[in-house]
């Protein structure tokens, strides 16, 4: 007895995999110069509901067979050692999907490939004159017409039965009772492949339909992963505001808007870690949240103004902790893709980190900063713009500063900004090049205000980022709990609003719902769209979200 089992969701990546492969293998089967004639628009036009029917509204009795996907008609008839080896009448099948290939033989044969756009999987389906249920049967002119109306790129219905071709392949098809029915008929023709990158990003769905959308799949699987591992670590995911009079949580800046009946000015959200240890406080012990955050940014390879984030947060955490929980996160997100994308970006880091017992490397900022510069940091003012300006080769400053922010570092710079650029100079370039995952740990205070302070050095944080091939995929660091202290940071950053724009703004009223009790936590900040970038082997941001940058958005 045939069995219709439900397609396993590990096997998506592998199946999309062969999707783009087999998207391209049917375009070439029929010449797209040949798919529309003037005659058979005409036909669509003027009669509109017989070609785009609701689902609700097909003719015939469809209730009469079993809707299965293409995917499960495979797996149970042409997979495995109970390959089917004979017609099976008995077994009514429904089919959806799309004409990836028809070819006709005589007047009365005619054979489609029916592909699921998604997996790129297809199933052979055969549809004989002679064969057709009697009480279905039409004329055989108007067969001959319905037919030969089909072209590559409809979408279809199939009823029939599971069966084998006479040939001596034996396929498994499936071989129709009635006559296809039109579900939504193409009318524009696809390219037979579409390379260049300037087509593609100003138009994304050309670009699934004609290449596949195994890098949307393997996106999805990308968060749905790490959704798994956190539910399984039992955090409890939210949803934080994206609107509200003020956002924070960050350096960076903000989009601004404002309401139009009250003129209320609103920004959108540049970060959702103050809402979330808002909950913290609250009362819950582990907090997550997977989405949009929005910076009024510039636009580059690794940039994009609107872009996916992790963010999670534990009660009772240690920068250690947190340590290993980015490791373990690593570890479980590789261990399950590497089972399903064969060889290529994934399997090359999880080598790298199976060799590495999954430990990431360590870097120590100051000690590393102070040997890259032979600077004695730990005797440098490091909350003061002129005393960190002296210790620089003026050769390094013409490198890394704008002629402007020299002639008046005060009016322009801020210390956490010239530590930024000394820490990607010194640092990052030299020591996180690898595919290794790098950590740089414990940050200046006066660049991390919303972390806890090293108890044995009041200059640094319990803070650290990890970087792989020289980008920073995580952030993270104990949270300092204590709102004396956070407002003093608050204070101290806010000083230089007006030579750095990035500096975070006094939030009183979460330092107010501080004072209410916040227990020592520990949070991370993941980028998705980075970490799909890494996984996926792509080497532009845009590659990796569904309809390319903001100026890509804007072309659709």
Request: hydrophobic share 35%; charged share 20%; aromatic share 8%.
């Amino acid at each position: 007895m045939y069995r219709v089992p439900a397609v396993s969701f590990s096997r998506s990546i592998r199946l999309a995999h062969n999707a783009a492969t087999a998207a391209k293998a049917a375009q070439t089967k029929v010449s797209t110069a040949k798919l529309q004639t003037k005659e058979r628009q005409e036909a669509i036009v003027s009669n509109i509901s017989k070609f785009y029917p609701s689902m609700s509204a097909l003719p015939g009795n469809p209730s009469a067979y079993k809707r299965i996907s293409i995917g499960q008609f495979l797996e149970t008839y042409a997979a495995g050692p109970q390959v089917l080896q004979s017609d099976l009448p008995d077994v009514p099948i429904l089919l959806n999907g799309r004409i990836a290939n028809i070819r006709t033989a005589g007047k009365k044969m005619c054979f489609i490939d029916l592909v699921n756009s998604e997996t790129g999987q297809k199933v052979q389906v055969i549809v004989n004159y002679n064969k057709l249920h009697e009480a279905m049967r039409p004329e055989q002119q108007q067969y001959i017409s319905d037919v030969g109306f089909l072209r590559k790129g409809d979408y279809i219905q199939v009823r029939g039965h599971p069966g084998v071709s006479e040939n001596a392949q034996r396929t498994v098809s499936l071989k129709c009772k009635e006559v296809p029915i039109m579900l939504s008929p193409i009318q524009q023709p696809l390219p037979n492949g579409l390379v260049d990158n300037t087509k593609i990003n100003k138009n994304r769905v050309l670009d699934y339909q004609v290449n596949g959308v195994r890098d949307l799949v393997l996106r999805s699987q990308v968060i749905a992963l790490t959704r798994q591992f956190l539910t399984e670590q039992r955090y409890m995911e939210v949803e934080t505001p994206m609107l509200s009079s003020k956002s924070n949580g960050a350096n960076a800046m903000p989009f601004q808007t404002k309401l139009n009946f009250n003129d209320t000015a609103l920004e959108l959200r540049i970060s959702p870690e103050l809402w979330l240890k808002r909950l913290i406080i609250s009362g819950l012990d582990r907090v997550f949240e997977i989405g949009k955050v929005f910076r009024n940014e510039g636009v580059d390879s690794t940039h994009n103004p609107e872009f996916t984030m992790m963010e999670c947060y534990q009660t009772y955490m240690t920068m250690e902790d947190l340590i290993l929980f980015s490791e373990n996160l690593f570890k479980f997100i590789l261990t399950h893709m590497v089972q399903h994308t064969g060889e290529g970006p994934v399997r090359e880091l999880y080598n790298v980190l199976a060799a590495n017992d999954w430990k990431f490397k360590r870097v120590e900022f100051l000690p590393a900063l102070s040997e890259g510069m032979n600077v004695d940091f730990s005797k440098v003012n490091l909350t003061n713009v002129d005393s960190l300006m002296a210790v620089i080769p003026d050769s390094i400053k013409q490198e890394l500063f704008s002629g402007l922010e020299l002639s008046a570092p005060n009016q322009h710079l801020s210390p956490q900004k010239v530590l930024d650029k000394l820490c990607g100079k010194y640092i990052e370039d030299v020591h996180c090049q690898s595919l290794l995952p790098t950590i740089i740990l414990h940050h200046p205070v006066v660049m991390s205000p919303l972390s806890k302070v090293n108890s044995d050095d009041s200059t640094i944080t319990q803070r650290f980022e990890v970087f792989i091939n020289g980008q920073e995929y995580i952030n993270a660091y104990e949270e300092e709990n204590c709102p004396q202290v956070q407002l003093e940071k608050f204070e101290a950053q806010n000083k230089y609003k007006e030579s750095d724009n990035e500096s975070l703004n006094v939030d009183y009223q979460y330092v107010e719902t501080m004072k209410s009790g916040m227990p020592p936590t520990g949070g991370l900040g993941l980028g998705i769209d980075r970490l799909c970038m890494l996984l996926l082997g792509k080497t532009r941001i845009e590659q990796v979200l569904a309809f390319g940058s903001l100026d890509d958005v804007n072309a659709q």
